[in-house]
């Protein structure tokens, strides 16, 4: 493999309509052009740091050997030194090679099967599973085991990509609960549309950091790619897409609150970015700040000690995909589906609970 081959991944949660672009430019070209603009005002910086920075699944060693290789240029012309310092208004342009699609293998791997038919399933998708292969996650996908599970999968494929055989919408992989795929080529088309037209209701329920003023409101945003890393989402004041989420306070702990969600839009990391914005990220998020607030309270002994053992408890962002409601995509009828909270989160809920007692007594 070029050292080229794997700069710049593709990253695990595109949204749908990111998608189909990205499946789109596949079959057009067998090279791609990555652009990294250098935002205004930007610090000083050398460009292997910058590029490492900005770009999934990179490294300083391989923005080198790109570099090395000629595949960069900074403002049209080609770059030969990694020791360049970047400065606002730069424009970097790196050649990518596409690498032929590999094509994903079944596996047996136990999967939580909510519901199944003639043409859809529904999972219960544990945290820690990648939905299907990408960059770094070849194996042990939901997709592998999808495959394993329903033989007519390696023929028919429902949906545009091979890889991503029935896959209607996706979770991050630390993120729990429910998935619905397709398992006929009409019920990928009809379910896409429910999800575009967002006609498909997803509920989630996450713990996030503090207590909201407010009982229950709307987060109506703008988000897009993070100017300074693009591996990551925020909300901006203009350019970005549309992003809506409903949310409601179920409970409240000394310093945490439980919360329910609903999507009305489905944007890439929307809820992870949308309770940052509110100020209340999702505990245990390590690329919004839900593992990084203030953990001191004047209040409160031990109160950053046992924090902190939480977050060692649970080593991922608490979100769950906790229902799903859509019309079934043969019959029209309208079906919904219920999950409950992960042990994990459940476990965590319990130690706020009792804090929060103890301390009121």
Wanted: charged fraction near 25%; proline fraction near 6%.
């Amino acid at each position: 493999m070029s050292p080229l081959d794997d700069l710049a991944g593709d990253l695990d949660d595109l949204s749908q309509e990111e998608e189909d672009q990205e499946q789109l430019e596949a079959t057009q070209a067998t090279e791609r052009i990555l652009e990294v603009p250098v935002p205004k005002g930007e610090r000083p910086e050398r460009v292997d740091q910058f590029l490492a920075r900005m770009i999934a699944n990179s490294s300083r060693t391989k923005v080198h050997d790109a570099i090395a290789a000629g595949a960069v240029t900074v403002n049209g012309v080609r770059l030969d030194k990694s020791s360049y310092k970047v400065r606002g208004g730069d424009l970097f342009q790196i050649t990518i090679p596409r690498p032929p699609r590999m094509r994903a293998q079944a596996e047996d791997i136990p999967i939580d099967i909510v519901y199944e038919d003639n043409a859809l399933l529904v999972v219960n998708k544990p945290p820690g599973m990648v939905v299907h292969p990408a960059h770094g996650s070849t194996t042990g996908t939901l997709v592998n085991a999808l495959l394993h599970h329903i033989s007519e999968f390696s023929a028919t494929h429902p949906g545009s990509d091979p890889n991503r055989p029935g896959i209607v919408h996706r979770l991050d992989k630390d993120t729990s609960g429910l998935l619905v795929v397709a398992k006929t080529e009409e019920a990928h088309r009809n379910l896409a549309r429910q999800f575009y037209l967002h006609t498909a209701h997803r509920i989630y329920n996450a713990i996030v950091w503090g207590n909201p003023k407010q009982q229950f409101g709307r987060i109506e945003t703008q988000i897009a790619r993070h100017p300074k890393d693009r591996k990551r989402f925020t909300v901006v004041d203009e350019g970005g897409k549309v992003a809506i989420t409903d949310y409601f306070v179920l409970e409240e702990f000394l310093g945490f609150t439980f919360v329910e969600l609903k999507l009305q839009t489905g944007r890439t990391h929307q809820i992870r970015v949308h309770l940052q914005h509110l100020g209340h990220p999702v505990f245990g998020d390590a690329v919004y700040s839900g593992r990084a607030m203030n953990l001191t309270r004047q209040d409160v002994p031990h109160f950053k000690q046992w924090v902190e053992n939480l977050l060692t408890k649970l080593p991922r962002q608490a979100l769950h995909a906790r229902a799903l409601r859509l019309h079934h995509p043969t019959t029209n009828e309208l079906m919904e589906w219920s999950v409950p909270l992960p042990e994990d989160m459940q476990n965590v809920l319990l130690a706020m609970s009792k804090m929060t007692i103890a301390l009121s007594e």
